[in-house]
């Protein structure tokens, strides 16, 4: 056991000993920085003394718009209803709408989740493909040391890495948040619309709810780069093929999205979060029914990336 966790230390090494993975998160720090300086020259500047009078003048304007314009089925129409339905639960239950503070920009700073996924498919895509084109996977497999336990020691240091990278997010978006802005003096609320009607949340909770059912789209989509890298041993092939799925996947689910069997397409599944509260993708889908599904992909990935790597020559 001492072995295996020395491999997975290995890997992490040489995970964070390249200059490539710490550009990733000066880019990651550059990209915060930049949303930050943004938010605080254009942010909506909300205070406790102000912010009912701007929601109430907002829902006076709203209303005379859709007055002049009364067409139910546009995309205003369903826009306005939606912002006046919210401002007036707001006024209703005292929760002043997310201004600038370090609450809330970590709350907003949640969108850049996809960053994370994106780093660690490069990181995935290049693992096991790079052994095989620099030639020091032979150097790996002279050991005696089984090559699922080789494997899987990458696997697990990827997903590590995912986490780290994650948690970096999360704590550099609090301290860049707090920097700039400053904490506000209560943690503030988020509204969010579930099976029940509009609902809120503290924006603490809802950014960990956030983060942790994202993780499962991480792990479907680093497990599947890491299994193309396993499988054809092609770094660029990888990255792309695991880009373009990470770009597309919901395109592809929502083109398709009269048909049938779309609900069976792995990225109709990834997002969980709508079974807690909010309406599932399509109808009759069930957590049950797409755990399984993940599941059943999940066990593909890892049956192709340990099957064919374990099987196959190094040469």
């Known amino acids: 056991m001492s072995n295996f966790f020395k491999l997975i230390y290995n890997e992490l090494f040489k995970i964070f000993v390249r200059k490539s993975t ?6 990651l720090l ?9 938010e605080k020259g254009f942010g909506d ?20 718009d859709l007055e002049e314009d009364d067409i139910e089925d546009s995309p205003f129409y369903d826009f306005a209803m939606s912002t006046i339905e919210e401002n007036n639960y707001r006024l209703e239950n005292d929760i002043m709408p997310l201004s600038t503070g370090g609450w809330s920009f970590m709350y907003l700073t949640a969108s850049f989740l996809g960053l994370v996924s994106l780093f660690t498919i490069v990181i995935a895509a290049g693992i096991v493909a790079n052994e095989f084109s620099q030639g020091t996977i032979k150097l790996l497999l002279i050991r005696p040391i089984h090559r699922s336990v080789i494997l899987l020691s990458k696997y697990i240091a990827v997903l ?6 994650a948690v970096s ?3 550099l978006s609090l301290g860049v948040g707090g920097i700039l802005f400053g904490f506000e003096e209560h943690i503030p609320a988020v509204v969010i619309e579930n099976t029940e009607g509009l609902t ?12 942790s059912f994202y993780s499962v789209n991480l792990i479907m989509i680093t497990t599947l780069a890491f299994m193309i890298s396993a499988v054809f ?24 999205s009269d048909k049938e069997w779309a609900k069976y397409i792995l990225f109709a599944n990834t997002d969980l979060r709508p079974y807690f509260g909010g309406k599932p993708l399509f109808e009759g889908m069930t957590l049950s029914f797409s755990v399984i599904t993940l599941l059943v992909y999940y066990a593909i990935f890892v049956f192709l990336a340990w099957g064919i790597f374990t099987k196959r020559d190094v040469a």
């Open 30 to 38: 550059i990209v915060l920085l930049g949303m930050g300086f943004l």
């Open 160 to 165: 590590i890495f995912g986490f780290i990278t």
């Open 45 to 64: 500047d909300y205070t406790n003394e102000n912010w009912r009078t701007e929601l109430e003048q907002e829902n006076k304007n709203l209303q005379k």
């Open 200 to 211: 809120h949340l503290s924006v603490l909770k809802e950014t960990i709810y956030g983060y």
């Open 169 to 171: 997010l999360l704590l």
């Open 22 to 27: 710490w550009f990733m998160f000066i880019a």
């Open 233 to 256: 041993r092609n770094n660029a092939l990888s990255i792309g093929v695991a880009l373009f799925l990470l770009f597309t996947g919901n395109t592809v689910v929502q083109f398709f």
